[in-house]
């Protein structure tokens, strides 16, 4: 009995939408709805698991949409089409959650309560009352350090290194 080989050849399935990508590259819009349709009810599903949030998920899909067919060039007919708009349907839905995660505040606005409007005031976390004091620490640090070495024949030298430390030490100093 003869082996049967393993077919390499794609599904009818991925046949059809590869027909239907091709149309559609050519601006055969009874294609993109051909592909709207066929993936529609099991693009839903698929955002549904990764969303849970029934009031958005339609969007979701026809966004989903939205960014394959503008990038429709750049999908490759060696990979099945389906995997390619479920692959864009995740990221889509993933970058979702992540932007509904990110609760962010206008500081610009008062913030209603039931008192009233209230301003919002945010710290001003640069600002370092001892800032001048650390640094003249730092600075007789390094003195120290320095004239702690064990270079008595180079006095020369220690005095230009020191020179030359304490003038780049003064242009940084902001940066500590």
Do not use: C
């Not at 989903?64 to 999908?75: N, P, R």
């Not at 301003?119 to 001048?132: A, G, K, N, Q, S």
């Not at 003195?143 to 030490?169: C, S, W």
């Amino acid at each position: 009995m003869p082996e049967s080989k393993p077919s390499t050849s794609p599904s009818e399935s991925s046949e059809q939408d590869r027909e239907f990508v091709e149309r559609a590259l050519e601006g055969d819009e009874l294609a993109y709805q051909a592909l709207v349709e066929k993936y529609q009810n099991a693009l839903y599903h698929h955002i549904r698991r990764i969303v849970r949030d029934r009031a958005e998920i339609d969007d979701l899909v026809q966004e989903s949409f939205i960014k394959a067919f503008s990038a429709l060039e750049s999908y490759s007919s060696s990979y099945a089409f389906s995997t390619w708009l479920y692959k864009i349907a995740t990221n889509h839905g993933i970058d979702f959650l992540r932007k509904r995660r990110l609760r962010t505040q206008s500081i610009d606005r008062p913030v209603q309560t039931r008192e009233g409007e209230m301003e919002v005031e945010l710290p001003d976390t640069t600002y370092r009352p001892d800032r001048h004091i650390v640094e003249d620490q730092r600075k007789t640090l390094i003195q120290d350090a320095i004239d702690a070495l064990p270079l008595g024949t180079v006095k020369a030298h220690i005095f230009r290194a020191r020179e030359m430390l304490n003038k780049y030490l003064r242009e940084r100093r902001d940066t500590f």
